[in-house]
């Protein structure tokens, strides 16, 4: 079945850089655009970034453009989003997904 | 880029009556393939998004038939026949026709 699941969230600090990886299984990576997407507490669901089927297209939210990199490397399954400069309204749940199908997140928490 | 406008931003509902949200893009959602890219998600506190209605109106496996979707172009509808006090949740659609993918603002739905 498909299954996504995200890593490496943790606690950081402002200004500092963190990666995100989400593994995919039950399904082939390169027949879908895939994206992140996120959640500060309290607030609502906020599309972060997106990439096509190669990875030679990406897309991102004014919020975070310049600052966040997607990535896929369809051979490992896997996405990412590398994200510099954190800043504390960045600190959220993420998500990754293909839009049918949503990983469970993974918490990014920016504080001093 | 498309904006997805969602009425109303709140909507308190007693349990067995119907609710209705609805969506606007900024531009058409007719794909030149013939079909029209329009989603609606529902996401539950700490939860990923969960798709309800993919292609405007035909329901995600699973989603129950008390969910429905209409429209065509740019006005779309989710409605819920008769809402249950699972169906506590913010709604969001999304369209699909091109990149990047915002979420609509959400509409979260209240039991009274």
Known sequence: QVLLVESGGGVVQPGRSLTLSCAASGFTLSDYIMHWVRQAPGKGLEWVASISFDGSSEYYADSVKGRFTISRDNSKNKLFVQMKTLRREDSAMYFCGRYDYWGQGTLVTISS | ?112
């Open chain 2, 1 to 112: 880029d498309i904006v997805m406008t969602q009425t109303p931003l709140s909507l308190s509902v007693t349990p067995g009556q119907p609710a209705s949200i609805s969506c606007k893009s900024s531009q058409s959602l007719l794909h030149t393939d013939g079909e029209t890219y329009l989603y609606w998600f529902l996401q539950k506190p700490g939860q990923p998004p969960q798709l309800l209605i993919y292609e405007v109106s035909k329901r995600f496996s699973g989603v129950a038939d008390r969910f429905s979707g209409s429209g065509s172009g740019t006005d779309f509808t989710l409605k819920i026949s008769r809402v249950e006090p699972e169906d506590v949740a913010v709604y969001y659609c999304m369209q699909g026709v091109q990149l990047p993918r915002p979420f609509g603002q959400g509409t979260k739905l209240e039991i009274k």
